[in-house]
């Protein structure tokens, strides 16, 4: 029986968590039907559930650069799209970082959710898809010098009208991969998930009317926007500032940000950033945001749900052309590792009023692509990941070793599913000694993971912090940084230190160690028995006599 009377802030805390489950199903729903390891295995991929006006309101905890980007790219769609004329069954889809995406490989797909005949609001899943064409396997070329040179660029596009698939859109994007049929599958995966959205939607409204349940939603994120201009308005009247500098093969690029308030809104200023660069080693606007809101969700808005409402409360300047908001048609596809000193800068700022929350320079491997034709099947094959480092220290704690960095959250892909899935073999998989930044609390370790090749493949590195590695803070040391080696079976190893490509042989061995994370406070602080621990993986006593002289 649907109840008629307004909702109670325990109704519409019920609510919320209704929400919340249905991202979660959405998600599980995705993982468990989709094809390709890196949703399958990796989980990159994230869901979330947005207002009738295309704010988001609800997200799971999957990956913050995706929930940050998928917070404005459905206003694209709706400037494509008007929600009147929208109806139950529509799906659209956009993966452009030129109309709110990320970079190409990730597809966002959205559709209008209705209970009683009207709108409620919006599901939508965010994938990473392994290859959608450009100029090597996985769609992550080095050498892009634009975005045409990465990928298939899908505008804001009607995918399904009342149900029905539009099936020249599945023949254009099938006709730019080079593995059409994994495209397939893991889109129509994406698809399922708007229609479990759909389903527990239904059965929401078995209890709420239409209107409680979009009262809910807007109520959520007026209560979010709330509670973080509540924590602006706290905040002491001075400018903080931070600095990183992105490490692209040497070439220290720098990032710049001030964080001010004016009464209950904060001021973020990225003014003085360098230029964006004639590569794939550019952050998009939307990705940028996305970490703008990740930093403050973690230290100024702990515990608040993260929303359209708390970024209502945050005023953001990017200059175009920087790195930070390149102008099209820059290329885009490394974003992420852009992403990891974007993460460092807001940190090194946000360190000034709130210590106790902030995070190190967290390491990362940057991404290794790479591809060709399987012995076994004759059919194209295309594999590649983000692959994780140590991450960085905090006030109470060591850096986690070998993690995904935390903007993007994700798994490593298991051994066995490599060695099952591609002619490949992993040699070793382990931390790499002496690789954490020194600190009170150290950084966590980097990851070492051995690739062997068994038949011919062309390789694509956008190496992660080669030369230099994460910074540490309040006098924590630095990581390593990344190393990575490619040693043929007649050739003398080759070192990578930046944004490149290169065919392989057979039984060629690409060694790839990442960069561990920075440490947090002096290391000569740091206690006894972690000292101890720490000869265990090659750190500390080295370390604390270095600091101490």
Not at 8 to 30: G, P, T
Not at 113 to 135: E, I, K, Q, Y
Not at 280 to 303: D, K
Not at 381 to 398: H, K, T, W
Request: proline share 7%; with cysteine.
């Amino acid at each position: 029986m649907n109840q008629t009377a307004p909702l109670d802030q325990i109704a519409i805390e019920l609510v919320r968590n209704a929400f919340h489950s249905i991202c979660d199903e959405m998600a599980e729903s995705l993982v468990r039907s989709s094809h390709s390891p890196n949703i399958k295995e990796r989980r990159d991929c994230s869901c979330s559930v947005y207002d009738v006006a295309g704010d988001i309101a609800v997200q799971a905890e999957h990956i913050p650069i995706h929930l940050g980007v998928m917070a404005g790219a459905l206003r694209h769609i709706l400037a494509a799209f008007p929600a009147a004329e929208m109806a139950p069954g529509d799906v659209f889809l956009v993966n452009d970082p030129y109309y709110g995406a990320n970079h190409l490989p990730d597809f966002i797909v959205a559709g209008p959710l209705f209970a009683g005949g009207r709108m409620v609001g919006f599901g939508a899943s965010m994938a990473h898809h392994t290859d959608v064409g450009g100029l090597t396997p996985r769609s992550m070329p080095a050498t892009a010098t634009e975005i045409f040179h990465e990928g298939l660029r899908i505008p804001p596009v009607k995918l399904a009208a009342a149900g029905l698939v539009d099936n020249n859109i599945l023949t254009i994007i099938a006709a730019n991969s080079r593995l059409p049929d994994e495209r397939m599958a893991d889109l129509g995966a994406q698809i399922a998930t708007i229609r479990v959205a759909q389903s527990r939607i239904d059965e929401l409204a078995r209890r709420y009317d239409t209107d409680q349940l979009r009262y809910a939603l807007a109520e959520i994120i007026r209560r979010s926007e709330a509670a973080t201009r509540a924590c602006i308005a706290a905040l002491p009247d001075e400018v903080w500032y931070g600095a990183a500098a992105a490490d692209f093969g040497g070439e220290m690029i720098p990032l710049r940000v001030a964080l001010s308030h004016q009464g209950d809104r904060l001021k973020i200023d990225f003014s003085g950033s360098g230029p964006q660069t004639n590569s794939p080693f550019n952050s998009c606007l939307a990705n940028t945001l996305a970490c703008v809101y990740m930093a403050i969700r973690i230290t100024l808005a702990q515990g608040i749900p993260a929303n359209a409402g708390m970024y209502r409360a945050l005023e953001i300047a990017i200059p175009a052309g920087s790195i930070l908001n390149p102008v099209f048609p820059a290329a885009i596809s490394a974003a992420t590792q852009v992403s990891y000193h974007t993460f460092e800068a807001l940190m090194d700022a946000l360190s000034a009023f709130a210590p106790e929350r902030v995070l190190a320079g967290t390491g990362g491997g940057g991404v290794f692509s790479f591809g060709g034709t399987n012995p076994l099947t004759g059919r194209l094959f295309a594999y590649g990941e983000a692959l994780g480092g140590g991450s960085g220290a905090s006030n109470v704690a060591d850096g986690e070793s070998g993690m995904i960095p935390p903007v993007a959250n994700l798994h490593d892909t298991p051994v066995e599913v490599l060695e099952m899935s591609l002619p490949v073999r992993i040699l070793r998989y382990e931390l790499v000694p002496g690789s954490a930044g020194a600190g009170r609390q150290r950084g966590g370790f980097g990851l070492r993971r051995e690739f062997q090749v068994l038949t011919p493949v062309r390789c694509s590195f956008q190496v992660s912090m080669p030369t230099h590695g994460p910074g540490g803070l309040l006098g924590g040391g630095a990581g390593a940084p990344t190393r990575i080696t490619v040693t043929g079976p007649e050739a003398a190893p080759l070192s990578i230190t930046g944004f490149s490509e290169l065919s392989a042989a057979a039984g060629t061995v690409i060694r790839v160690e990442t960069a561990g994370g920075g440490g947090y406070g002096p290391p000569c602080e740091r206690a006894a028995p972690a000292r101890a621990q720490d000869r265990l993986y090659g750190y500390g006593d080295i370390h604390i006599r270095e600091a101490q002289a």
